[in-house]
């Protein structure tokens, strides 16, 4: 997309010089007013020619020459690098589309379960959770806001023995789910997701790997709450972008997002 920003803004600038260069040069050349002269230069690179104004000295036959050699391929490449652009531009605006339907899955079938189980072995839980009761007044701006705050954040989860066994459980049970979203080419344009994905499955493989969560020496257990707090971190970050997302763009998907926040003690699907 920079290329072909860049390949457009070189054309549109070589298209204005062009365009200057013959109105004076016409002005000049061919005794016209400059409205003359630009309207002369303009049908000529646009390749309309109408025919009703014609240079008349030799000097501006040479440039018409120039004008049409120059102008017109330059004139073409703005064209078709603009077109280029809007192309690429509603290709990605799909890829978003899809990626995002993709993000609802995922929260639909691990994220929400996933916050809400860590949130309660999170010690520092209470700093962030009323900024996490998002309603539906809630701005741009305070999403952003959000955002940043929880992008800082340092969850503190230290969780032991039936919590561990709690969470090799949800995964193992969602281990094909998880793998399957790997399949899909879009994340790669997502890299917080993808880091997300990736943390979860190391987690995943971690907690797999140990038959036993009871008993493990203290250091294992560190190791194992660095872990799942990387997780968290980056489930908090991407679960406030899609929130943000459902607001401007699927009200309905939204209102059923209010109802089942995973930091409203109080939520439910049920309307009331």
């Given at each position: 997309m ?7 803004k ?19 050349l ?14 000529t ?6 025919g009703?104004?014609?240079?008349h000295?030799q ?8 004008v049409?050699?120059f102008?017109v ?10 077109t280029e652009?809007l192309?690429e531009r509603?290709e990605?605006e799909?890829?978003?589309?899809k ?6 899955l995922?929260?639909?079938e691990?994220?929400?379960g ?11 839980v ?6 996490l ?10 999403f ?36 399957r ?19 979860l499955l ?11 969560l009871?008993?493990l020496?203290?250091?294992?257990y560190r ?8 997780v968290?971190r ?5 679960w406030?972008?899609?929130m943000?997302?459902?607001k401007?763009?699927f009200?309905?998907l ?6 089942t926040?995973p930091?409203d003690g ?7």
């Amino acid at each position: 997309m920079l290329y072909l920003d860049s390949r457009l803004k070189f054309f549109l600038s070589a298209v204005a010089v062009i365009m200057l260069a013959g109105t004076f040069g016409f002005a000049y050349l061919e005794n016209l007013s400059f409205l003359h002269s630009f309207y002369f230069t303009l049908i000529t690179v646009a390749t309309v020619g109408y025919g009703d104004i014609t240079p008349h000295t030799q000097a501006g036959k040479i440039l018409a020459m120039l004008v049409i050699v120059f102008g017109v391929g330059t004139f073409l490449g703005v064209i078709a690098s603009g077109t280029e652009m809007l192309l690429e531009r509603r290709e990605r605006e799909q890829r978003r589309q899809k990626l995002n339907m993709v993000l609802g899955l995922f929260f639909g079938e691990v994220g929400t379960g996933l916050l809400s189980g860590f949130s309660k072995y999170d010690a520092r839980v209470g700093q962030i959770e009323r900024n996490l009761l998002i309603n539906e007044r809630w701005e741009p701006g305070e999403f952003t806001k959000i955002q940043k705050l929880v992008a800082a954040y340092e969850p503190d989860i230290q969780v032991q023995g039936a919590g561990l066994d709690e969470f090799k459980g949800f995964l193992n049970e969602k281990s094909d789910f998880l793998v399957r979203l790997f399949e899909n080419p879009n994340l790669l344009e997502h890299e917080g997701f993808t880091e997300l994905l990736r943390a979860l499955l190391h987690l995943k493989e971690e907690l797999a790997l140990r038959k036993v969560l009871t008993d493990l020496p203290e250091t294992d257990y560190r190791h194992l709450s660095g872990d799942i707090n990387r997780v968290y971190r980056l489930l908090l970050v991407e679960w406030v972008a899609y929130m943000k997302y459902l607001k401007l763009s699927f009200p309905y998907l939204f209102s059923l997002a209010l109802r089942t926040n995973p930091f409203d003690g109080s939520a439910s699907p049920i309307v009331r």
